[in-house]
Protein backbone atom coordinates (compact mmCIF):
# COMPACT_ATOMS: atom_id res chain seq x y z
CA UNK A 1 0.00 0.00 0.00
CA UNK A 2 1.60 3.38 -0.93
CA UNK A 3 0.44 6.77 -0.45
CA UNK A 4 -1.19 8.55 -3.27
CA UNK A 5 -2.67 11.54 -2.86
CA UNK A 6 -0.83 14.54 -2.80
CA UNK A 7 -1.51 18.17 -1.72
CA UNK A 8 -1.68 19.43 -5.47
CA UNK A 9 -4.76 16.70 -5.86
CA UNK A 10 -6.37 17.70 -2.67
CA UNK A 11 -6.16 21.63 -4.34
CA UNK A 12 -7.34 20.52 -7.95
CA UNK A 13 -10.43 19.04 -5.86
CA UNK A 14 -11.19 21.87 -4.34
CA UNK A 15 -11.36 24.26 -7.32
CA UNK A 16 -13.58 21.78 -9.17
CA UNK A 17 -15.65 21.13 -6.49
CA UNK A 18 -16.19 24.84 -5.98
CA UNK A 19 -17.16 24.94 -9.63
CA UNK A 20 -20.36 22.13 -9.46
CA UNK A 21 -20.99 24.05 -6.08
CA UNK A 22 -21.72 27.03 -8.10
CA UNK A 23 -24.86 25.64 -9.97
CA UNK A 24 -27.45 25.88 -7.86
CA UNK A 25 -28.91 22.27 -9.31
CA UNK A 26 -32.12 21.92 -7.31
CA UNK A 27 -35.35 20.36 -9.44
CA UNK A 28 -37.91 22.40 -11.13
CA UNK A 29 -40.38 20.88 -12.08
CA UNK A 30 -41.97 23.57 -14.28
CA UNK A 31 -38.86 22.89 -16.68
CA UNK A 32 -39.53 22.81 -19.68
CA UNK A 33 -36.96 22.42 -22.47
CA UNK A 34 -35.17 20.09 -20.06
CA UNK A 35 -36.41 17.10 -17.47
CA UNK A 36 -35.05 19.00 -13.79
CA UNK A 37 -34.37 22.51 -14.62
CA UNK A 38 -32.37 23.71 -16.51
CA UNK A 39 -29.52 24.34 -13.68
CA UNK A 40 -29.16 20.85 -12.93
CA UNK A 41 -28.49 20.96 -16.67
CA UNK A 42 -25.79 23.26 -16.82
CA UNK A 43 -23.74 21.38 -13.54
CA UNK A 44 -24.32 18.07 -16.22
CA UNK A 45 -22.93 19.80 -18.76
CA UNK A 46 -20.00 21.53 -17.40
CA UNK A 47 -19.48 18.56 -15.15
CA UNK A 48 -18.57 16.33 -18.63
CA UNK A 49 -16.87 18.88 -20.67
CA UNK A 50 -14.39 18.86 -17.09
CA UNK A 51 -13.88 15.11 -17.39
CA UNK A 52 -13.29 15.51 -21.32
CA UNK A 53 -10.61 17.23 -20.99
CA UNK A 54 -9.35 14.98 -18.20
CA UNK A 55 -9.33 12.75 -20.80
CA UNK A 56 -12.80 11.19 -20.44
CA UNK A 57 -15.09 9.72 -23.53
CA UNK A 58 -18.18 11.32 -22.58
CA UNK A 59 -22.22 10.67 -23.47
CA UNK A 60 -25.07 12.94 -22.30
CA UNK A 61 -28.80 11.43 -22.91
CA UNK A 62 -29.80 13.54 -25.52
CA UNK A 63 -33.19 14.18 -23.08
CA UNK A 64 -31.13 14.98 -20.19
CA UNK A 65 -31.50 12.91 -17.78
CA UNK A 66 -28.06 11.45 -17.02
CA UNK A 67 -24.71 11.61 -18.39
CA UNK A 68 -21.36 9.37 -18.24
CA UNK A 69 -17.69 9.70 -18.58
CA UNK A 70 -15.70 6.59 -19.16
CA UNK A 71 -12.02 5.63 -19.17
CA UNK A 72 -9.96 2.24 -20.15
CA UNK A 73 -10.95 -0.67 -21.34
CA UNK A 74 -12.80 -4.30 -20.03
CA UNK A 75 -15.55 -5.21 -17.64
CA UNK A 76 -17.82 -2.12 -16.44
CA UNK A 77 -16.82 -0.91 -13.13
CA UNK A 78 -19.81 2.07 -12.12
CA UNK A 79 -18.93 5.27 -10.12
CA UNK A 80 -22.74 6.19 -9.76
CA UNK A 81 -22.97 9.36 -8.84
CA UNK A 82 -25.42 12.22 -8.50
CA UNK A 83 -25.33 16.07 -8.96
CA UNK A 84 -28.86 17.14 -7.98
CA UNK A 85 -28.92 18.95 -4.25
CA UNK A 86 -31.90 19.59 -2.14
CA UNK A 87 -33.35 23.20 -1.73
CA UNK A 88 -31.08 25.35 0.52
CA UNK A 89 -33.74 26.67 2.73
CA UNK A 90 -33.69 30.13 4.06
CA UNK A 91 -30.32 31.43 2.65
CA UNK A 92 -30.29 33.98 5.50
CA UNK A 93 -29.88 30.90 7.92
CA UNK A 94 -26.71 30.00 6.60
CA UNK A 95 -23.29 31.74 7.25
CA UNK A 96 -22.31 31.47 3.71
CA UNK A 97 -24.39 32.00 0.44
CA UNK A 98 -25.40 27.59 -0.56
CA UNK A 99 -24.41 28.54 -4.27
CA UNK A 100 -20.85 30.30 -4.19
CA UNK A 101 -18.46 27.82 -2.73
CA UNK A 102 -16.34 29.96 0.14
CA UNK A 103 -13.46 28.25 2.17
CA UNK A 104 -12.87 29.04 5.97
CA UNK A 105 -12.51 27.06 9.33
CA UNK A 106 -9.80 24.60 7.15
CA UNK A 107 -13.31 23.69 5.09
CA UNK A 108 -15.13 24.28 1.81
CA UNK A 109 -19.11 25.42 2.74
CA UNK A 110 -22.00 25.25 0.25
CA UNK A 111 -25.00 23.17 -0.70
CA UNK A 112 -23.55 19.70 -2.30
CA UNK A 113 -20.22 19.87 -0.41
CA UNK A 114 -21.07 16.20 1.29
CA UNK A 115 -24.17 15.44 -0.57
CA UNK A 116 -23.14 14.48 -3.58
CA UNK A 117 -20.93 16.86 -5.29
CA UNK A 118 -18.35 16.86 -3.00
CA UNK A 119 -17.45 12.74 -3.12
CA UNK A 120 -18.37 12.31 -6.46
CA UNK A 121 -15.26 14.35 -7.42
CA UNK A 122 -13.12 13.08 -4.66
CA UNK A 123 -13.75 9.49 -5.93
CA UNK A 124 -12.36 10.88 -9.30
CA UNK A 125 -9.27 12.39 -7.74
CA UNK A 126 -8.43 9.18 -6.21
CA UNK A 127 -8.66 7.82 -9.28
CA UNK A 128 -6.42 10.53 -10.65
CA UNK A 129 -3.92 9.91 -8.18
CA UNK A 130 -3.63 6.17 -9.35
CA UNK A 131 -3.55 6.69 -12.75
CA UNK A 132 -0.80 9.48 -12.34
CA UNK A 133 1.34 6.57 -10.80
CA UNK A 134 1.30 5.24 -14.43
CA UNK A 135 -0.59 2.45 -13.62
CA UNK A 136 -2.99 1.04 -16.38
CA UNK A 137 -6.36 -0.02 -15.81
CA UNK A 138 -7.85 -3.35 -16.81
CA UNK A 139 -11.72 -2.08 -16.10
CA UNK A 140 -13.78 0.66 -18.24
CA UNK A 141 -14.55 2.70 -15.54
CA UNK A 142 -17.57 4.49 -15.54
CA UNK A 143 -18.70 7.67 -13.63
CA UNK A 144 -22.53 7.60 -14.36
CA UNK A 145 -23.81 10.99 -13.07
CA UNK A 146 -27.64 11.11 -12.18
CA UNK A 147 -29.96 14.39 -11.78
CA UNK A 148 -33.24 13.21 -10.08
CA UNK A 149 -31.71 11.41 -7.09
CA UNK A 150 -33.46 13.61 -4.04
CA UNK A 151 -36.84 13.36 -5.65
CA UNK A 152 -38.04 10.37 -8.08
CA UNK A 153 -34.67 8.82 -9.66
CA UNK A 154 -35.98 9.71 -13.45
CA UNK A 155 -32.77 9.62 -14.46
CA UNK A 156 -31.13 6.34 -13.54
CA UNK A 157 -34.49 4.66 -14.34
CA UNK A 158 -34.17 5.82 -17.68
CA UNK A 159 -30.14 4.64 -17.78
CA UNK A 160 -31.02 1.64 -17.04
CA UNK A 161 -33.65 0.89 -19.62
CA UNK A 162 -30.95 2.42 -22.07
CA UNK A 163 -27.29 1.39 -21.13
CA UNK A 164 -25.79 -1.10 -19.46
CA UNK A 165 -25.20 -2.17 -15.71
CA UNK A 166 -22.09 -2.51 -14.16
CA UNK A 167 -20.39 -5.92 -13.43
CA UNK A 168 -19.71 -4.31 -10.28
CA UNK A 169 -19.16 -0.30 -8.64
CA UNK A 170 -20.01 1.96 -5.72
CA UNK A 171 -21.83 4.84 -5.13
CA UNK A 172 -19.78 7.14 -2.76
CA UNK A 173 -22.58 8.67 -1.34
CA UNK A 174 -22.87 7.39 2.30
CA UNK A 175 -20.31 6.34 4.96
CA UNK A 176 -17.53 4.37 5.50
CA UNK A 177 -16.79 1.66 5.60
CA UNK A 178 -19.48 0.93 3.19
CA UNK A 179 -23.76 -0.06 3.21
CA UNK A 180 -23.72 -3.77 2.24
CA UNK A 181 -27.73 -3.20 2.87
CA UNK A 182 -29.88 -0.59 2.21
CA UNK A 183 -33.42 -0.62 3.52
CA UNK A 184 -36.67 -0.49 1.02
CA UNK A 185 -37.97 2.99 0.32
CA UNK A 186 -41.55 3.62 0.37
CA UNK A 187 -42.78 7.15 -0.39
CA UNK A 188 -46.42 7.50 -0.02
CA UNK A 189 -49.59 10.30 0.53
CA UNK A 190 -52.31 9.79 2.70
CA UNK A 191 -55.13 11.85 1.25
CA UNK A 192 -58.27 12.96 2.51
CA UNK A 193 -60.85 15.86 2.42
CA UNK A 194 -60.33 19.72 2.83
CA UNK A 195 -61.89 21.40 5.51
CA UNK A 196 -61.81 24.82 6.44
CA UNK A 197 -61.32 24.99 10.34
CA UNK A 198 -57.50 26.29 9.39
CA UNK A 199 -54.96 26.19 7.50
CA UNK A 200 -51.43 23.69 7.70
CA UNK A 201 -48.04 23.70 5.87
CA UNK A 202 -45.15 21.66 6.61
CA UNK A 203 -42.47 20.31 4.73
CA UNK A 204 -40.66 21.10 1.81
CA UNK A 205 -38.61 17.28 0.67
CA UNK A 206 -39.74 13.83 1.33
CA UNK A 207 -36.26 13.00 2.04
CA UNK A 208 -35.91 15.80 4.76
CA UNK A 209 -37.80 15.69 8.17
CA UNK A 210 -39.12 18.97 8.28
CA UNK A 211 -37.75 21.82 10.12
CA UNK A 212 -40.98 24.37 9.70
CA UNK A 213 -44.71 23.98 9.92
CA UNK A 214 -47.20 26.60 9.80
CA UNK A 215 -50.92 27.37 11.45
CA UNK A 216 -53.19 29.86 10.40
CA UNK A 217 -56.60 29.95 11.57
CA UNK A 218 -59.01 31.55 14.33
CA UNK A 219 -57.11 29.38 17.60
CA UNK A 220 -53.91 30.65 18.11
CA UNK A 221 -54.26 31.93 21.39
CA UNK A 222 -55.36 27.76 22.20
CA UNK A 223 -52.43 26.96 19.93
CA UNK A 224 -49.79 28.79 21.63
CA UNK A 225 -51.13 28.17 24.73
CA UNK A 226 -50.77 23.80 24.05
CA UNK A 227 -47.07 24.53 22.64
CA UNK A 228 -45.76 26.36 25.66
CA UNK A 229 -47.43 23.58 27.62
CA UNK A 230 -45.40 21.13 25.77
CA UNK A 231 -42.39 22.81 25.48
CA UNK A 232 -41.91 23.32 22.10
CA UNK A 233 -40.29 26.33 19.94
CA UNK A 234 -42.01 28.16 18.41
CA UNK A 235 -43.17 31.72 17.17
CA UNK A 236 -46.82 33.35 16.26
CA UNK A 237 -48.73 36.50 15.42
CA UNK A 238 -52.63 37.40 15.72
CA UNK A 239 -53.29 34.62 12.71
CA UNK A 240 -50.23 32.59 12.53
CA UNK A 241 -48.03 29.87 14.73
CA UNK A 242 -44.90 28.35 13.16
CA UNK A 243 -43.28 25.44 14.65
CA UNK A 244 -39.51 24.54 14.45
CA UNK A 245 -38.17 21.45 14.26
CA UNK A 246 -34.73 20.15 13.40
CA UNK A 247 -33.64 18.81 9.60
CA UNK A 248 -31.95 15.87 9.29
CA UNK A 249 -32.51 13.09 6.25
CA UNK A 250 -35.52 10.99 6.63
CA UNK A 251 -32.93 7.68 7.04
CA UNK A 252 -31.88 9.42 10.29
CA UNK A 253 -35.27 10.49 11.08
CA UNK A 254 -35.41 9.62 14.91
CA UNK A 255 -32.99 11.98 15.76
CA UNK A 256 -34.46 14.74 13.82
CA UNK A 257 -37.13 16.87 15.78
CA UNK A 258 -40.00 16.82 13.15
CA UNK A 259 -41.89 20.16 12.92
CA UNK A 260 -45.05 18.93 11.73
CA UNK A 261 -45.94 16.24 14.29
CA UNK A 262 -45.26 18.76 16.76
CA UNK A 263 -47.54 21.33 15.61
CA UNK A 264 -49.85 18.36 15.52
CA UNK A 265 -49.70 17.50 18.88
CA UNK A 266 -51.13 20.96 19.88
CA UNK A 267 -53.40 21.45 17.54
CA UNK A 268 -55.34 17.31 17.39
CA UNK A 269 -57.40 17.95 20.66
CA UNK A 270 -58.41 21.85 19.54
CA UNK A 271 -59.97 20.08 16.81
CA UNK A 272 -61.15 16.76 17.99
CA UNK A 273 -63.22 15.79 14.53
CA UNK A 274 -59.92 15.79 12.38
CA UNK A 275 -58.68 12.46 12.02
CA UNK A 276 -55.44 13.16 10.26
CA UNK A 277 -54.75 15.31 13.09
CA UNK A 278 -55.48 12.57 15.43
CA UNK A 279 -53.54 10.44 13.58
CA UNK A 280 -50.31 13.12 13.11
CA UNK A 281 -50.97 14.27 17.03
CA UNK A 282 -51.93 12.16 19.10
CA UNK A 283 -51.12 8.63 17.96
CA UNK A 284 -47.40 9.19 16.06
CA UNK A 285 -46.64 11.97 17.78
CA UNK A 286 -42.62 12.02 18.00
CA UNK A 287 -42.37 8.99 16.84
CA UNK A 288 -39.97 8.37 14.10
CA UNK A 289 -40.15 4.39 13.82
CA UNK A 290 -43.80 3.58 13.01
CA UNK A 291 -44.31 1.55 16.15
CA UNK A 292 -47.37 3.98 17.36
CA UNK A 293 -48.68 3.66 13.97
CA UNK A 294 -48.58 0.14 12.75
CA UNK A 295 -46.51 -1.94 15.82
CA UNK A 296 -42.89 -2.45 15.59
CA UNK A 297 -41.06 -3.67 12.09
CA UNK A 298 -37.57 -4.47 11.85
CA UNK A 299 -35.17 -7.52 11.32
CA UNK A 300 -31.98 -8.68 12.14
CA UNK A 301 -29.72 -7.35 9.29
CA UNK A 302 -31.14 -3.80 9.34
CA UNK A 303 -32.89 -3.34 12.79
CA UNK A 304 -35.96 -0.87 12.74
CA UNK A 305 -37.82 0.54 10.08
CA UNK A 306 -37.57 4.53 10.29
CA UNK A 307 -40.93 6.62 9.14
CA UNK A 308 -40.66 10.28 8.45
CA UNK A 309 -44.10 12.62 8.03
CA UNK A 310 -42.36 14.71 5.90
CA UNK A 311 -44.90 16.96 4.05
CA UNK A 312 -48.13 17.85 5.16
CA UNK A 313 -50.64 20.24 3.34
CA UNK A 314 -54.47 20.92 5.25
CA UNK A 315 -56.85 23.43 3.76
CA UNK A 316 -60.20 24.07 2.01
CA UNK A 317 -59.01 22.13 -1.28
CA UNK A 318 -57.25 18.60 0.63
CA UNK A 319 -55.53 16.51 3.18
CA UNK A 320 -52.14 15.29 2.17
CA UNK A 321 -49.67 13.90 4.60
CA UNK A 322 -46.58 12.51 2.51
CA UNK A 323 -44.34 9.99 4.63
CA UNK A 324 -41.01 8.51 3.49
CA UNK A 325 -40.80 4.84 4.78
CA UNK A 326 -37.09 3.18 5.25
CA UNK A 327 -38.88 -0.38 5.40
CA UNK A 328 -36.25 -4.11 7.06
CA UNK A 329 -34.00 -5.31 3.48
CA UNK A 330 -36.22 -9.14 4.64
CA UNK A 331 -40.01 -7.62 4.57
CA UNK A 332 -42.32 -7.99 1.84
CA UNK A 333 -43.46 -4.77 0.84
CA UNK A 334 -47.05 -5.81 0.46
CA UNK A 335 -46.88 -6.78 3.71
CA UNK A 336 -46.14 -3.38 4.83
CA UNK A 337 -48.51 -1.64 2.34
CA UNK A 338 -51.65 -3.40 3.69
CA UNK A 339 -50.67 -2.26 7.41
CA UNK A 340 -50.48 1.31 6.18
CA UNK A 341 -53.81 0.96 3.96
CA UNK A 342 -55.56 -0.37 7.08
CA UNK A 343 -53.48 2.43 8.99
CA UNK A 344 -55.36 5.26 6.15
CA UNK A 345 -58.70 3.70 6.27
CA UNK A 346 -58.94 4.13 10.30
CA UNK A 347 -58.31 7.60 10.01
CA UNK A 348 -60.59 8.40 6.86
CA UNK A 349 -57.60 8.82 4.33
CA UNK A 350 -56.38 7.09 0.97
CA UNK A 351 -53.04 5.77 0.68
CA UNK A 352 -51.14 6.87 -2.20
CA UNK A 353 -47.77 5.20 -3.02
CA UNK A 354 -45.60 8.04 -4.36
CA UNK A 355 -42.06 6.28 -4.89
CA UNK A 356 -40.38 2.77 -4.53
CA UNK A 357 -36.70 1.58 -4.07
CA UNK A 358 -36.74 -2.50 -3.66
CA UNK A 359 -33.48 -3.36 -0.55
CA UNK A 360 -29.74 -3.89 -1.54
CA UNK A 361 -28.05 -6.53 -0.36
CA UNK A 362 -24.57 -7.71 -1.43
CA UNK A 363 -22.88 -10.56 0.79
CA UNK A 364 -19.98 -9.55 3.61
CA UNK A 365 -17.84 -12.05 1.87
CA UNK A 366 -18.06 -11.38 -2.08
CA UNK A 367 -15.19 -10.08 -3.51
CA UNK A 368 -16.37 -6.50 -3.96
CA UNK A 369 -17.07 -5.65 -0.13
CA UNK A 370 -14.21 -7.30 1.00
CA UNK A 371 -12.04 -6.17 -0.95
CA UNK A 372 -13.70 -2.22 -0.57
CA UNK A 373 -13.44 -3.15 3.40
CA UNK A 374 -9.78 -4.51 2.96
CA UNK A 375 -8.56 -0.76 1.36
CA UNK A 376 -10.87 1.18 3.88
CA UNK A 377 -9.21 -0.50 6.94
CA UNK A 378 -5.66 -0.39 5.77
CA UNK A 379 -5.86 2.91 4.75
CA UNK A 380 -7.87 4.56 7.93
CA UNK A 381 -6.34 2.34 10.49
CA UNK A 382 -9.89 1.91 11.91
CA UNK A 383 -9.73 -2.08 11.72
CA UNK A 384 -13.45 -2.35 14.24
CA UNK A 385 -16.14 -0.63 11.68
CA UNK A 386 -18.19 -3.48 10.31
CA UNK A 387 -20.38 -2.95 6.72
CA UNK A 388 -23.17 -1.58 7.53
CA UNK A 389 -26.92 -1.69 6.85
CA UNK A 390 -28.49 2.03 6.46
CA UNK A 391 -31.77 3.19 5.55
CA UNK A 392 -29.87 5.41 2.84
CA UNK A 393 -31.15 5.03 -0.68
CA UNK A 394 -28.03 5.76 -3.32
CA UNK A 395 -27.86 4.51 -6.79
CA UNK A 396 -25.74 1.50 -5.65
CA UNK A 397 -28.97 -0.82 -5.74
CA UNK A 398 -29.78 0.06 -9.76
CA UNK A 399 -27.05 -2.29 -10.33
CA UNK A 400 -26.75 -5.83 -8.78
CA UNK A 401 -23.07 -6.05 -7.58
CA UNK A 402 -22.77 -2.26 -5.70
CA UNK A 403 -22.77 -0.88 -3.00
CA UNK A 404 -22.38 2.06 -0.91
CA UNK A 405 -18.67 3.23 -0.30
CA UNK A 406 -18.00 6.11 1.53
CA UNK A 407 -17.71 8.99 1.53
CA UNK A 408 -18.35 10.50 5.33
CA UNK A 409 -16.08 8.81 7.93
CA UNK A 410 -17.43 7.90 11.66
CA UNK A 411 -16.12 10.68 13.16
CA UNK A 412 -17.30 13.47 9.94
CA UNK A 413 -20.08 15.92 11.02
CA UNK A 414 -22.62 15.20 8.81
CA UNK A 415 -24.48 17.82 7.38
CA UNK A 416 -26.58 16.03 4.59
CA UNK A 417 -29.59 18.66 3.67
CA UNK A 418 -28.49 20.84 6.22
CA UNK A 419 -27.56 24.52 7.03
CA UNK A 420 -24.25 25.09 6.32
CA UNK A 421 -23.46 22.12 4.70
CA UNK A 422 -19.85 21.68 4.33
CA UNK A 423 -17.34 19.40 4.48
CA UNK A 424 -13.49 19.69 6.03
CA UNK A 425 -9.94 19.22 4.14
CA UNK A 426 -9.14 16.57 6.04
CA UNK A 427 -11.72 14.12 5.60
CA UNK A 428 -11.74 15.13 1.86
CA UNK A 429 -8.47 14.19 1.91
CA UNK A 430 -8.92 11.03 4.00
CA UNK A 431 -11.86 10.10 1.33
CA UNK A 432 -9.63 10.64 -1.31
CA UNK A 433 -6.81 8.22 0.15
CA UNK A 434 -9.45 5.88 0.29
CA UNK A 435 -10.75 6.01 -3.37
CA UNK A 436 -7.42 5.75 -4.48
CA UNK A 437 -6.58 2.48 -2.61
CA UNK A 438 -9.65 0.73 -3.62
CA UNK A 439 -9.32 1.50 -7.29
CA UNK A 440 -5.60 0.75 -7.03
CA UNK A 441 -6.72 -3.08 -5.82
CA UNK A 442 -9.64 -3.26 -7.93
CA UNK A 443 -9.08 -1.98 -11.38
CA UNK A 444 -5.32 -1.53 -12.79
CA UNK A 445 -2.83 -4.24 -13.66
CA UNK A 446 -0.15 -4.48 -11.37
Known amino acids: MGKFITKAHLDDALD ?19 PFGQDIQDCLEVTLD ?25 DLFAVLCHLDVVPAGDPSKWSVDPFKAEIKNDAIYGRGTQDNKGPAIASYYGLKAVLDKGYQLKHKIRYIFG ?26 DSKFPLNFAEKGLLQFNLKGRGQTDFVLEGGKALNV ?39 THSKDAPI ?28 IKGD ?61 LVYEEYDYLAPL ?15 YRDVSGDTESAPIASGGATYARTMP ?12 VELFHQIDECWTFNDMERAMDVYAEAFYRLCVTK
Open 16 to 34: TLSTLISYPSVLDEEATTT
Open 50 to 74: FFKKEGFETFIDPDGYYGYAEIGEG
Open 147 to 172: TDEENLWRCMNKYCEEQPVAKMGFAP
Open 209 to 247: VPELATYQGTKVADVVSELETLGYKFESNTSTVKVFGKA
Open 256 to 283: GINAITRLAEALHSLYPDNKALELLGGV
Open 288 to 348: ANGVSAIGEVKDEPSGLMTMNIAKVTMNADETTISVDIRYPVTLEKEDLVAKLETLATKYD
Open 361 to 375: YVPVDSELVSTLLAA
Open 401 to 412: NCVAFGAMFEDT
